[in-house]
């Protein structure tokens, strides 16, 4: 009898404990929300993250605006607002390179210098907001064209040029798979990356954006990726549709392993953000739609 309560009390004690350290663990993991998925007043989408204890984000649009069209006062001011709320920017998401391959003609080279301009413009504001990291992307073309393969090399090429720009800076780029991209499917993703080598040149992986392309973007599209150039991720669920496509839904809800893919990413050393960006829409708004998928998603990090 004194030996059990003697255990007894010893679980007693150690059962708190061990809550904090399993709580601990799970804190490791840099959680954040696409702000303007929230709200795109700063302080609205800051105050929802603090209400889920959330320390990161990742902007995109803030204040009506895309964040590198925002005068530098306003970087600024969202600056102030994200050290006074404890937020830090995980990744200043960026329109760059997501547009048609301009092409080598003189007006092709004014739309190039227009996202060379652009690139500045990032680089400063993210300096601004304490972060290396821009997401960018391979170029696009429209909805039901087949891409150019003949257009790789050129854009292999831009893409190393603008590695070597952002580097002499100290900033990584971090490009992003997307739907009409030159770059949207795991095997394009991991074409770039055999061809732009530069050490801060990387991924922003959606897995989500991938399985558009109607391959199993996880396991089978993340083994053909290097973790180790993969410096952010995008969270978010999907369901496919008779028709084939892809429509985007609540966390839980579709068919996206996320518990797998973040274990996965963790066992392979990842240490960077994970970014809910849900896409998916509610009838009661984005916020409604963020906080009925990152309140399921932490649920799905519990079992990581």
Known sequence: MTLSRRHLLLGATLAPLTGRLSALELSKIRLGVTTDEIDEDALTAVKFLREFNLGWAEVRNVWGKYNTEQPMDKIQELRKIFDENHIRLSILGTGFFKVPLPPETPEGNKALDKQWQLLDRAMERAKIMGTDQLRVFGFTYKNGETPGKANYPRIYELLQQASKIAGAKGIRL???????????????????????????????????????????????????LDAARIFHVHLRDFKKMPDGKVDWCAVGDGEMDNVGQIRSLLKDGYKGAFTLETHYKSPQGKAHASRTSLTALLKVIEKV
């Open 174 to 224: 971090a490009m992003e798979n997307v739907n009409t991209s030159y770059v949207w499917s795991s095997k394009e993703t991991a074409d770039v990356l055999k061809h732009v080598e530069d050490d801060n040149f990387g991924l922003t992986w959606d897995p989500n954006n991938a399985a558009q392309t109607g391959e199993k973007s996880y396991p089978d599209g993340y083994k053909r």
